[in-house]
């Protein structure tokens, strides 16, 4: 039959394996990575497809800016930059300056045309202040940015692009 | 003769019980420490149900009425954290307290003292876990899993969890060697491992499973603790770690836990079904076997929580087939305890209600699991409701269906007297109803798209979740049947005769009813059967 030794040794076993098993879950970090160096699971990016060599290689492009205001409306819209040779694949960055000239708060809201229209899917806006509405104070002045890429989808007939902005006010959202 | 430390033979304990609160705190009787676990597991279980009274509150129709979203998602995590570590484990390992020195024969457990320092770390634990609610940034939000990158941000409450998962993890250690040793060391003569009853082999080996699995739980959060403080990045993927490793260590614990929650009940229903049925249970050995498979494939599926990681195709399969290939040990068992009915004559007292209900409804768990195993439809059901259903069927149904059987059961040994049973009836029928209405619309709610973890969501899932609102609210409040029915059979039950279960025959209903403070002091010379059958008891001393 067991005695009070026995219960100690397998108590001390038993603990042993508590902390072998603790160390195990650190283990667990190394491990994990050799196996999938070992087995190529984690491996996002392989050998062969390297990045390219210039990121940039696209077709060039001109760009025109715009922006139109409907009468009566209180905005000053003005790109900038007028124009811009890029090309695809590209970051571009151009500055909008939006005035609001009324001497109310004024809501509004900016939505993009691309001419010609068959171009627009191939402008993927990153940041711009379309996306969501502005609010103005009286007589207040801001500069936004609009930052995109023309991706190297673009049909090779379109050489040449308009983006313009029209802003409306969004009259029942005043305050 | 087997060797208990620090309890029979310190000479204070000897005789009778100490009075007043000192018998608790001080406690080493394996009785009064089963005792403390299973009070606490109540305590942690309405706790727990509270706050998912609260959760379905919120989800009864859509839009925001209760709780800011924040509070919502520490309502889940600490719903699950508490539910898993606080109710049904410490429950598990209460009844092993309990009766498992009667069953196999020892006069207590092997390391006494040490089982007192296993009780009293929970209620610190709890306590952390509960203040963590009041603390700057509130209690943890990260759901129980704990997942980085959420888990490596967020404010104090998170370290309060860290720190509670640690206190716990030492207290299931503790528990857990003493139950291995105590199984080994101390069964009486005649009471071999091949005769042992299923509840005794399913707790050595939830024990085993605890041993090895607590401590990377432990080694995981401990990782979540260094990145948040000490600088390392284990899973920051800015500073070279990755956050995907967090959910591979973490499942590594996991998927064996959730085996924690179940060999236990799987070892309950297997003493209780016979009993009822009158009939030695089918397949003894086949059962055996089944348990210390499932618990060995358990290391070896827990990707299958992990589908939608970015896993290569190889290795979604080996998780797949691997996580299916467990449903056939489980099937095994399903077989066996209906087997065991089979041409039984059987009663439908509460227990056996219990384990049937068990039986059923564990089985609808286990095939959504095997739906849930096929990668290409888990890829459309992960973190949708359906998991949650899922993982409802077996541990409500399941682990807590079991717990009630046991108790039941076991009720009339422990206090010497009968509950209720046209409440424990009604507190089963009552259950059973209203925790498929809480817990059957999930399913569709998940093949529906419906996220988990969410305070809103769609118009269209409105129906479904006002059903299940309402069953959960219901289910919740039938608990308190329970309640009462304990309280008041404890203060004014009928006496309980020597043997409440015509078909019981094993070794704890050998022995008086209620059972004696220090039962075995002299270990008994048995002939055992299957599972625990007791052919003849010769000797065993009580006082
Ligand atoms: C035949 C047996 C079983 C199979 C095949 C199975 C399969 C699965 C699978 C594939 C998942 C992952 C679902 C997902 O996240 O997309 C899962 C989740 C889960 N299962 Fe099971 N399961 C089985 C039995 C059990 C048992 C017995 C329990 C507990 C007593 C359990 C508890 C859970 C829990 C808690 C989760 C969700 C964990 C979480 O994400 O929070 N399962 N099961
Ligand atoms: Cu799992």
Same mark, same amino acid.
């Given at each position: 039959?067991?005695?009070?030794?026995?219960?100690?040794?397998?108590?001390?076993?038993?603990?042993?394996?508590?902390?072998?098993?603790?160390?195990?879950?650190?283990?667990?970090?190394?491990?994990? &990575?050799?196996?999938?160096?070992?087995?190529?699971?984690?491996?996002?990016?392989?050998?062969?497809?390297?990045?390219?060599?210039?990121?940039?290689?696209?077709?060039?492009?001109?760009?025109?800016?715009?922006?139109?205001?409907?009468?009566?409306?209180?905005?000053?819209?003005?790109?900038?930059? &007028?124009?811009?040779?890029?090309?695809?694949?590209?970051?571009?960055?151009?500055?909008?300056?939006?005035?609001? &000239?009324?001497?109310?708060?004024?809501?509004?809201?900016?939505?993009?045309?691309?001419?010609?229209?068959?171009?627009?899917?191939?402008?993927?806006?990153?940041?711009?202040?379309?996306?969501?509405?502005?609010?103005?104070?009286?007589?207040?002045?801001?500069?936004?940015?609009?930052?995109?890429?023309?991706?190297?989808?673009?049909?090779?007939?379109?050489?040449?692009?308009?983006?313009?902005?029209?802003?409306?006010?969004?009259?029942?959202?005043?305050? | 003769?087997? +060797?208990?430390?620090?309890?029979?033979?310190?000479?204070?304990?000897?005789?009778?019980?100490?009075?007043?609160?000192?018998?608790?705190?001080?406690?080493?009787?394996?009785?009064?420490?089963?005792?403390?676990?299973?009070?606490?597991?109540?305590?942690?279980?309405?706790? @727990?149900?509270?706050?998912?009274?609260?959760?379905?509150?919120?989800?009864?129709?859509?839009?925001?009425?209760?709780?800011?979203?924040?509070?919502?998602?520490?309502?889940?995590?600490?719903?699950?954290? #508490?539910?898993?570590?606080?109710?049904?484990?410490?429950?598990?390992?209460?009844?092993?307290?309990?009766?498992?020195?009667?069953?196999?024969?020892?006069?207590?457990?092997?390391?006494?003292?040490?089982?007192?320092?296993?009780?009293?770390?929970?209620?610190?634990?709890?306590?952390?876990?509960?203040?963590?609610?009041?603390?700057?940034?509130?209690? %943890?939000?990260?759901?129980? *899993?704990?997942? /980085?990158?959420?888990?490596?941000?967020?404010?104090?409450?998170?370290?309060? *969890?860290?720190?509670?998962?640690?206190?716990?993890?030492?207290?299931?250690?503790?528990?857990?060697?003493?139950?291995?040793?105590?199984?080994?060391?101390?069964?009486?003569?005649?009471?071999?491992?091949?005769?042992?009853?299923?509840?005794?082999?399913?707790?050595?080996?939830?024990?085993?499973?605890?041993?090895?699995?607590?401590?990377?739980?432990? @080694? #995981?959060?401990?990782?979540?603790?260094?990145?948040?403080?000490?600088?390392?990045?284990?899973?920051?993927?800015?500073?070279?770690?990755?956050?995907?490793?967090?959910?591979?260590?973490?499942?590594?614990?996991?998927?064996?836990?959730?085996?924690?929650?179940?060999?236990?009940?799987?070892?309950?229903?297997?003493?209780?079904?016979? +009993?009822?049925?009158?009939?030695?249970?089918?397949?003894?050995?086949?059962?055996?076997?089944?348990?210390?498979?499932?618990?060995?494939?358990?290391?070896?599926?827990? %990707?299958?929580?992990?589908?939608? +990681?970015?896993? =290569?195709?190889?290795?979604?399969?080996?998780?797949?087939?691997?996580?299916?290939?467990?449903?056939?040990? *489980?099937?095994?068992?399903?077989?066996?305890?209906?087997?065991?009915?089979?041409?039984?004559?059987?009663?439908?007292?509460?227990?056996?209600?219990?384990?049937?209900?068990?039986?059923?409804?564990?089985?609808?768990?286990?095939?959504?699991?095997?739906?849930?195993?096929?990668?290409?439809?888990?890829?459309?059901?992960?973190?949708?409701?359906?998991?949650?259903?899922?993982?409802?069927?077996?541990? #409500?149904?399941?682990?807590?269906?079991?717990?009630?059987?046991?108790?039941?059961?076991?009720? =009339?040994?422990?206090?010497?007297?009968?509950?209720?049973?046209?409440?424990?009836?009604?507190?089963?029928?009552?259950?059973?109803?209203?925790?498929?209405?809480?817990?059957?619309?999930?399913?569709?709610?998940?093949? /529906?798209?419906?996220?988990?973890?969410?305070?809103?969501?769609?118009?269209?899932? +409105?129906?479904?979740?006002?059903?299940?609102?309402?069953?959960?609210?219901?289910?919740?409040?039938?608990?308190?049947?329970?309640?009462?029915?304990?309280?008041?059979?404890?203060?004014?039950?009928?006496?309980?005769?020597?043997? =409440?279960?015509?078909?019981?025959?094993?070794?704890?209903?050998?022995?008086?009813?209620?059972?004696?403070?220090?039962?075995?002091?002299?270990?008994?010379?048995?002939?055992? @059967?299957?599972?625990?059958?007791?052919?003849?008891?010769?000797?065993?001393?009580?006082?």
């Amino acid at each position: 039959m067991a005695s009070r030794t026995d219960n100690r040794i397998l108590l001390r076993k038993f603990l042993l394996i508590a902390l072998l098993m603790f160390g195990f879950a650190w283990a667990l970090v190394p491990l994990y &990575r050799v196996i999938c160096e070992v087995t190529g699971i984690n491996q996002l990016v392989k050998a062969g497809d390297a990045p390219e060599e210039n990121p940039v290689a696209g077709v060039p492009v001109t760009l025109d800016f715009d922006a139109t205001v409907q009468p009566g409306l209180p905005w000053q819209v003005v790109p900038l930059v &007028r124009r811009v040779e890029g090309r695809t694949g590209e970051f571009i960055r151009v500055d909008y300056e939006i005035t609001n &000239r009324s001497d109310r708060r004024v809501i509004g809201q900016a939505v993009p045309r691309y001419l010609p229209a068959a171009a627009g899917p191939h402008v993927q806006k990153l940041d711009c202040f379309c996306f969501k509405e502005q609010a103005f104070e009286p007589g207040e002045t801001r500069r936004f940015p609009v930052v995109f890429v023309v991706d190297k989808a673009l049909p090779s007939e379109i050489g040449r692009i308009t983006l313009a902005y029209s802003v409306f006010s969004l009259p029942g959202r005043e305050p | 003769m087997a +060797t208990v430390e620090d309890s029979a033979h310190l000479p204070h304990d000897a005789h009778g019980k100490p009075g007043g609160w000192a018998r608790w705190v001080y406690a080493t009787n394996h009785k009064d420490i089963g005792t403390l676990y299973l009070w606490f597991a109540f305590a942690m279980f309405i706790s @727990g149900g509270v706050m998912a009274l609260a959760i379905r509150a919120e989800l009864f129709m859509p839009g925001l009425q209760f709780w800011q979203p924040e509070l919502f998602n520490q309502l889940t995590t600490l719903h699950g954290l #508490v539910m898993v570590f606080g109710a049904i484990m410490p429950a598990f390992t209460g009844l092993a307290n309990w009766m498992l020195p009667l069953m196999i024969g020892a006069p207590d457990m092997a390391f006494a003292r040490m089982n007192n320092w296993s009780f009293w770390l929970l209620p610190p634990a709890a306590l952390l876990l509960m203040l963590s609610f009041w603390v700057p940034g509130g209690a %943890a939000a990260a759901g129980w *899993t704990l997942y /980085a990158p959420l888990s490596t941000q967020g404010g104090m409450g998170m370290d309060l *969890t860290i720190f509670a998962i640690h206190i716990l993890g030492v207290s299931s250690v503790m528990g857990a060697i003493n139950i291995v040793v105590t199984v080994l060391n101390l069964r009486a003569p005649g009471m071999g491992l091949m005769q042992m009853p299923m509840f005794a082999w399913a707790s050595l080996i939830t024990a085993y499973l605890i041993i090895a699995v607590m401590p990377v739980l432990a @080694g #995981v959060v401990t990782m979540v603790l260094t990145d948040r403080h000490f600088g390392t990045h284990f899973f920051n993927a800015a500073g070279g770690g990755d956050p995907v490793m967090y959910q591979h260590i973490f499942w590594f614990f996991g998927h064996p836990e959730v085996y924690i929650m179940a060999l236990p009940a799987f070892g309950i229903v297997s003493q209780v079904i016979p +009993t009822f049925a009158r009939k030695p249970l089918f397949g003894y050995a086949s059962m055996v076997y089944a348990t210390a498979s499932i618990a060995i494939l358990s290391f070896m599926v827990w %990707a299958h929580h992990m589908f939608t +990681t970015g896993m =290569p195709a190889t290795a979604q399969l080996f998780f797949m087939y691997a996580t299916m290939l467990i449903a056939v040990p *489980t099937g095994v068992k399903v077989f066996n305890w209906v087997a065991t009915m089979w041409e039984g004559s059987m009663t439908f007292e509460t227990p056996m209600l219990f384990a049937i209900g068990f039986v059923m409804l564990f089985t609808i768990g286990g095939l959504s699991g095997v739906i849930l195993s096929v990668a290409a439809v888990d890829v459309q059901l992960q973190d949708s409701y359906y998991v949650v259903a899922h993982f409802h069927y077996v541990l #409500v149904a399941g682990a807590l269906f079991s717990l009630f059987a046991a108790v039941y059961y076991w009720f =009339p040994k422990m206090t010497g007297k009968m509950y209720s049973e046209g409440l424990g009836k009604l507190h089963f029928w009552w259950s059973l109803l209203w925790f498929n209405v809480t817990f059957f619309p999930m399913h569709f709610l998940g093949l /529906a798209g419906m996220p988990r973890r969410i305070p809103d969501y769609a118009l269209q899932f +409105t129906d479904f979740n006002a059903i299940s609102s309402v069953g959960a609210m219901m289910f919740g409040l039938g608990q308190l049947i329970f309640f009462y029915n304990m309280v008041r059979s404890i203060r004014h039950g009928k006496e309980a005769p020597q043997l =409440p279960w015509e078909g019981a025959n094993t070794l704890e209903w050998k022995i008086p009813t209620p059972a004696p403070y220090h039962s075995f002091v002299e270990a008994p010379e048995l002939k055992a @059967g299957d599972n625990g059958v007791i052919l003849s008891m010769q000797g065993g001393e009580h006082h």
